[in-house]
Nanobody, 126 residues
């Protein structure tokens, strides 16, 4: 059973960079055909898929966030991370890391993901 746990600061100031880490247990982030994503939910809104890093290190970003988002991994620690730059209060929300299986095409929608972390609240405020 794959388990994911988000960690990072809960408060970020406007214009700064939000940095989160997801620690994975019960499975390797290099396992073939598995994709590791970040998904967020602003208050009162639906889930928004942000980016993935694939088992082979390939990355893909939501077009709406691509200019501000970076996803990376540390295979020695079985972790992957998110950086979101130039944050504004509109980036406030709960941030989730998730794992999905995609033997054919990569999962690009949040409802295609099988395992989820519990989520971490991030507030952008001065």
């Amino acid at each position: 059973q794959v388990q994911l746990q988000e960690s990072g600061p809960g408060l970020v100031k406007p214009s700064q960079t939000l940095s989160l880490t997801c620690t994975v247990s019960g499975g390797s982030i290099t396992t073939n055909s598995w994709y590791w994503s970040w998904v967020r939910q602003p208050p009162g809104k639906g889930l928004e898929w942000m980016a993935y890093i694939a088992y082979n290190g390939d990355t893909y970003y939501s077009p709406s966030l691509k200019s501000r988002t970076s996803i990376a991994r540390d295979t020695s620690k079985n972790q992957f991370s998110l950086q979101l730059s130039s944050v504004t209060p509109e980036d406030t929300g709960v941030y989730y890391c998730a794992a999905g299986y995609g033997p054919g095409t990569p999962p690009l929608k949040w409802d295609e993901y099988d395992y989820w972390g519990q989520g971490t609240q991030v507030t952008v405020s001065s």
